[in-house]
């Protein structure tokens, strides 16, 4: 498995990961052997826990600059605290998991309030695939096979998309509050509608760039076998 950061990453702690020894174009072709395609999701999910642990919250300014209370706060509790899961159409064809450890930068928080980011029927939580795989009720899956088809037939198998969703993007926005820890000083300034304001003169600038300023937080690639 290969774990690497997000180039446009929501969180200070945004990976991705992919298997190396299976091709699989997205997460749909996972329903055709669901015992097989449970194995790689949980494979994925631990690989980038790893990477979570020994390169970010094994790292003490780390954690303790990024979450409010990380020095308290054990490892255990942090990782209910991630979101993970897949994009379906996605970005890229060949199967990877996105993983974050909350809280979200500043403007992608107000996206996410803005219902811009994990967006329902799109994105997919982990947990939703993984209950679908438990099932172990294979779907002949198909280049062209809808999303909204199976979406449908594992609603009648008990499993309901609407509901893990609602649950999952209410759960994110809770664990953003809780650990987020940005300060006032950490930014330049920030924008409001198409205004740019600076902290430190108070001038305000128009813009049509609306991405607050942030801090910028540099981590390792790494390969995990």
């Not at 209910?80 to 930068?105: D, E, K, T, V």
């Not at 219902?115 to 947990?127: A, I, V």
């Not at 926005?173 to 924008?191: A, I, P, Q």
């Amino acid at each position: 498995f290969l774990v690497f950061d997000d180039l446009l990453s929501l969180c200070p702690c945004h990976l991705n990961v992919v298997p190396t020894t299976q091709y699989l174009p997205d997460w749909r072709y996972l329903l055709r052997n669901p015992i097989e395609g449970l194995n790689i999701v949980n494979a994925l999910f631990e690989n980038s826990w790893e990477v979570v642990q020994s390169q970010f919250l094994a790292n003490k300014g780390w954690r303790t600059k990024i979450i409010k209370g990380g020095e308290q706060i054990e490892d255990e509790q942090l990782r209910g605290h991630i979101a993970s899961g897949f994009n379906y159409p996605p970005s890229q064809y060949q199967l990877h998991l996105q993983y974050m450890l909350f809280p979200l930068i500043p403007f992608h928080y107000n996206q996410y309030l803005n219902g811009l980011h994990f967006t329902k029927s799109r994105f997919f939580p982990y947990e939703y695939v993984v209950q679908l795989l438990k099932l172990n009720i294979p779907y002949d899956v198909q280049e062209t096979t809808p999303v909204e088809d199976i979406i449908a037939f594992y609603d009648k198998h008990n499993v309901s998309y609407d509901n893990m969703w609602q649950q999952c993007y209410a759960r994110y926005g809770e664990s953003h509050r809780l650990l987020s820890n940005w300060k006032k000083e950490d930014f330049e300034g920030f924008v409001v509608g198409n205004k740019y304001y600076n902290f430190v003169t108070s001038d305000t600038t128009t813009t049509t760039n609306t991405t607050t300023a942030a801090t910028t937080t540099t981590t390792t690639t790494t390969t995990t076998t």
